[in-house]
Each structure stands twice: as C-alpha cells, then as structure tokens.
C-alpha cells in the first residue's frame, strides 16, 4: 500500500522528560537535530522540568536589578534567556527548546519520548503519564540505573516498557553532560530493537532495521527487552509518520561532537551503564584514600568482572559481551571513575571524613549521585538471593557508604 504524500505526513513531536545536567545537554543536541531535519521531526523540542524557584547571580549576564534576589521560575528563567542557569549554567540553549513545568502537558502528542531523570523519580513520572501519551509512543531511556521492586530487579527502558504499555530502548555511553554541552567530541551508545510492527519496507529491500536488530515476533505483541513475550499488546506507529528506526534514531542524536553507534543489546547497555556507578565510588574512595590510578585501574577491572559477572547470571538471555566494548562499556567505566560525579564526590566525601549523603546535600546544588541508590538497590537484591559474597567490589561500596567497611581494607578483597 502506498505510503502518505509528503504533505500529509504527520512528524515526530519529541519531549526530553528531565532537565537535569544531562536531560538539558540532551534537549540541546537533540533540538540542534530536529531543526535540521524538518522532514522528520517538529522543530520544538518539550523539555519537561520538575519546576522549582531559582535566584540569578548578580554576577549573571542575566541578573535582573530590579528582581534583584527575588526568586524566579526555573521554566521561566529557561525559555526567557535559553539556559538552564541552575543544572546546565552558561550553555546557550537552541530557541527550540521548550521548558514545560507541566508534565502532562509536555508529554501531550509525542510520538519519541526520551526519558532523562535520575532514576528514583523514573516510577512518579510513569505513574503520572500513563494513560496520557500516545499509545504509540516510543520511548528512549537515558537513565542510568535499575529498579528493584518485589525482589525483582529491572533495568530502566524495561520498567518504562511495562508500565507504559510502549517500546523503550537505552541511550548509554561515556558521557559527561559538561563537556558535551561544550560541544566536546565523544561516543555513545543506543540500543533500540525497532518493534516488528513499525518495520517498513525500504529500498525493496525488507525491513528497515540494521544490525538484525529485529526481536523476531511478526504478530504485534509486546516483547521485553529480553525477547519475553508480554500479554500488553503494542501499538503501531501510524503509517502516516515517518519510520522511527536506527537511521531516524541516528538523525535525532548523533551530532558532529556525539557521535552514535546503534546495537541491539539493551540488557548490556543498561546495566553497564547503572552498575559503572557502583564502580565509580569505589574509585572515588580509593583516590580520597591516597591510592591514585594504579588502584584505580585494579577496582576498575574488578567492577567491570563483578558487572559481566551480574549481567551473565541475571539477564543471560540476550546479553552479548561485545557491548562492554562499546561506548556504553569501558568508556563509561572509564570516564565515570576518572572524571564524574560519583567518582568525584565519593573522593571528597573521604577526604572531608564525611558521607556520601552529607556531600550529595551540600555540595551538588541538587543534583544526584545516582551510585548511592544504585548499590543500595543491587546489594538488596543479591542479598534477596544471598549471593552477595561473590560480589565483594559492590559489597564493599555498600559497607563505605554504610560506615561499616573500611576503604583501606579493599585490596582484600583482591586476595583469594
Ligand atoms: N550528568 C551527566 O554527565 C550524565 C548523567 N547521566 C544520567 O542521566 C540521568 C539524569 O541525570 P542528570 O540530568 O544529570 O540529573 P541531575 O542530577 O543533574 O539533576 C537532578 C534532576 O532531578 C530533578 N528532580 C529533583 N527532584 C525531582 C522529583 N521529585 N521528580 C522529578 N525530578 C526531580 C531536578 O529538577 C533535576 O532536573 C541519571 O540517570 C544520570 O546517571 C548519564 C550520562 C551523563
Ligand atoms: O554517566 C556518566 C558518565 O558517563 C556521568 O556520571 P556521573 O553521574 O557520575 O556524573
């Protein structure tokens, strides 16, 4: 059948749901795209905020004597001067993108939802959209991090599949919001296997996905990310918007400084990149302690076996070790535990003698360390199993966050 003129196509609306440090880079390169490519996508990009009161530095290019201190919306602060002056300072934003403090209203009508929040908030936010989204949506995560709920543990894209009743792939890579922001030149990683059901016919030559990404079930219904069969039933995207595939995928993210590598292992893409966190702090701890990078380089390794380890044992159904090479693997390791937040922030909690927690509280000016939750959630769940003594790197991270475990003691743990 005769696909839709050009005219009477309908265009992808995108909504990035998050608008922390990395939900707002992403916004940013991702508006940069949509304007690019007028064919495919609306130009404005929804970027939804969890609203909050912020006051402008009189330092600011942007302060306001006659508001002086006054507090003022963040959405407002957003869409008036484009930057994001509390979570993304001093990075112009494309005029596209649009600030919407109301979640449901930003979510309204998008046919790509990129889901971009520390993960904790992951389950209000579904609760909150269900029902209101289109049902064709589809979704891709950029969370790092699991849920963990009646002794389950599920990765991020997953858990918004199942509540949403939509397909969710997983953006993951060694990235650090700041200097992408910057516009400085890395890699990344998605995982999208494109639903059987939105596959067209292109160039006569079959389907339209690469990398036999397809997950091999022609009828319409739902599949996990592990290939499981679901009893929701997911919708198709309409013939009348453009194929949502690898290639369209590569057209919304990839940019000349964010260069994207399409696969299919969605289970390994997001663990290595919630796990890497867990990692991370060890390497913070070590650093704080004294070691320097030779430590680092041994707890790296350690935490990159511990995460194969975990990913072989619990998700072994579609998990391909040539992921851990990708961006979303020993780039992420590496970057996350020489360079970012967890690794940063856990340093200076030992330097300082103080918690984790204490730090989170004053010294991020809101934003998370997604590494205490994550070993929280991880160590609860092996110990449900009671198999946390083969993970003694994630162990030992759950005992310095706890207070019960000294950093000096870790290379025990490399001793058999
Ligand atoms: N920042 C980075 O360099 C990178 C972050 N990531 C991942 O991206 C995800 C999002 O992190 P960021 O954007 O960096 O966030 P962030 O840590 O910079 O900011 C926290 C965000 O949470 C929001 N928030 C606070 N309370 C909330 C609530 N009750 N409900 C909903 N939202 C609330 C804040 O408004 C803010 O937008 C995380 O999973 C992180 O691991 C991934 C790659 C790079
Ligand atoms: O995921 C990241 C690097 O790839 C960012 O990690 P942090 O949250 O520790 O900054």
Redesign the pocket.
């Known amino acids: 059948m005769a696909g839709p003129t050009d005219a009477a196509r309908r265009k992808h609306k995108v909504t990035v749901v ?7 880079t992403v916004a940013k390169l991702v508006a940069e795209n949509t304007r690019e490519h007028p064919d495919l996508f609306e130009e404005d990009v929804q970027m939804w ?2 609203e ?1 009161n912020v006051t402008i530095a009189p330092d600011s290019p942007h302060y306001d004597a006659a508001l002086g201190d006054e507090p003022q919306k963040l959405t407002k602060v957003i869409n008036t001067y484009h930057e994001n002056v509390k ?1 993304l300072p001093k990075i112009p934003l494309p005029s596209n993108v649009v600030a919407n403090p109301s979640l449901l209203d930003a979510v309204q009508d998008a046919s790509i939802l990129i889901f ?4 904790e ?1 992951i389950g ?2 579904c609760k909150q959209i269900k029902g209101h989204i289109l049902p064709y949506a589809r979704g891709v995560s ?4 699991v849920t963990v709920t009646d002794d389950k543990v599920e990765l991020i894209c997953e858990y918004i599949s199942e509540s949403l009743g939509i397909y969710c792939g997983a953006l ?1 890579g060694g ?4 200097e992408i922001a910057n516009e400085l030149w890395c890699e990344t990683t998605i995982a999208y296997n494109t639903p059987p059901c939105d596959q067209r016919p292109q160039n006569g030559n079959g389907t339209g996905t690469q990398n036999g990404t397809s997950n091999g079930q022609q009828d319409g219904h739902f599949r996990d990310s592990r290939g499981r069969p679901s009893a929701t039933e997911l919708t198709p995207l309409p013939t009348d918007y453009p194929p949502l595939d690898h290639a369209e995928l590569l057209k919304l993210f990839d940019r000349p400084y964010f260069t994207v590598s399409m696969v299919s292992d969605v289970v390994g893409v997001s663990l290595a ?1 919630a796990l890497k ?1 867990i990692v991370a702090l060890a390497c913070g701890f070590i650093e704080g302690h004294g070691w320097n990078m030779t430590a680092k380089t041994a707890v790296m390794r350690r935490g990159m076996l511990e995460t194969i380890q975990f990913c072989q044992e619990f998700f072994p159904e579609t998990i391909q070790e040539m992921t851990f090479w990708e961006s979303a693997g020993w780039s992420d390791m590496i970057v996350s535990c020489t360079s ?2 967890n690794w940063r922030y856990s340093k200076m909690a030992v330097e300082r003698g103080v918690s984790l927690h204490e730090i989170e509280r004053t010294e ?1 000016n ?3 360390l ?1 590494g205490i939750s994550t070993t929280k959630e991880v160590m609860g769940f092996l110990k449900a199993r009671g198999v946390q003594g083969k993970y003694r790197l994630f162990q030992a991270v759950e005992g310095i966050v706890d207070g019960t475990f000294d950093v000096e003691n870790i290379p025990q743990l490399f001793r058999s």
């Open positions: 998050g608008s922390g440090n990395w939900g707002t905020v969890y909050e979570y971009n929040l520390p993960h908030f209000n936010v950029c969370i790092k991090g993951s990235n650090i919001a700041n990149g966190n970012a937040r991020l809101g934003q998370k997604q």
